[in-house]
């Protein structure tokens, strides 16, 4: 079992940066890849984006390409956001997958951390 500890979040003004990270702990020898999610108020949890086990391969949610930059490190996943946006205020979630895959849908993803605060101000 993998475990996820997430840091990073904060208050910022709108179109101002932070840096989102996460550490993978525990069975971390399985070729695992990582998301980030995130749930607003009175939402649904929402993809933002993946990265493969290597690091080859990130995709990333409309809303943020272009903003938001996933990179890892072996077992710990970073979110550079910039450009930050109001409507990107949320609580950030780090995810695991054992299969590997780079699904969108949260339900795939078998480990959860417990999330860090992301409040953007206009």
């Known amino acids: 079992q993998v475990q996820l500890v997430e840091s990073g979040g904060g208050l910022v003004q709108a179109g101002g940066s932070l840096r989102l990270s996460c550490v993978a702990s525990?069975?971390?020898?399985?070729?695992?890849?990582l998301a980030w999610f995130r749930q607003a108020p009175g939402k649904e949890r929402e993809f933002v984006a993946t990265i493969t086990w290597s690091g080859g391969s990130t995709y990333y949610a409309d809303s943020v390409l272009g903003r938001f930059t996933i990179s890892r490190d072996q077992n710990t996943v970073s979110l550079q956001m910039n450009s930050l946006k109001p409507e990107d205020t949320a609580v950030y979630y780090c995810a695991a997958n054992y299969q590997g895959g780079t699904s969108r849908t949260a339900y795939v993803y078998d480990v959860w951390g417990q999330g860090t605060q992301v409040t953007v101000s206009s």
């Open positions: 525990g069975r971390t020898t399985s070729r695992y890849s």
